[in-house]
């Protein structure tokens, strides 16, 4: 039978120059019309964690919305949103970041945690990790502990994890790495 790797591996399309020429999207909505494979990661990723003592888990907008919401509920913890800037609708504070060209900036409420509480950081792709490391300081800067994070696919060439291991004593899991 094939692992979850594979299958996840089966279902990801690659789409060419998109956004921009040179890159190659990981296209994973082929993902969402499979139900049993939607189960399947879920589960996959609940399991690894259900033994940690994770408070609640962190989402990057916006394709990190998609699987923090069903592994949250599934561990039975809190989802907390963290997004793009001018999104969220109560007091916030804001992380700029660097992109190829320009910068970024994500938000998250500050009353989203509690003080010490141990995070999770979810987003579907960890590239070069600016977005996870952002997402990392914001969770520090409310107070919050970086319990782990977990992607659905890892551009191991991009060497992103090198970027956020220091926030977690390397507890990162992807479930396909290229
Ligand atoms: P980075 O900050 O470089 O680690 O980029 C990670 C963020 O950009 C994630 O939110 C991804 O969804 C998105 N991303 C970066 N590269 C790709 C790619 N090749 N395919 C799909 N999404 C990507």
Known sequence: MNSLSDKLKDAIRDVQDFPKKGIVFKDITPILSDATLMSDITNFLAVVYQNQEIDAIAGIESRGFIFGPLIAQSLGIPFIPI????????KTISQSYALEYGEASLEIHTDAIKKGSKVLIHDDLLATGGTASAASELIKRIGGKIAGYTFLIELGFLEGRKQIQ?????????????
Do not use: A, C, M
């Open 83 to 90: 997004r793009k800037s001018g999104k969220l609708p109560y």
């Open 166 to 178: 220091s926030y977690t004593e390397g507890n990162i899991h992807s479930i396909v790495v290229y």
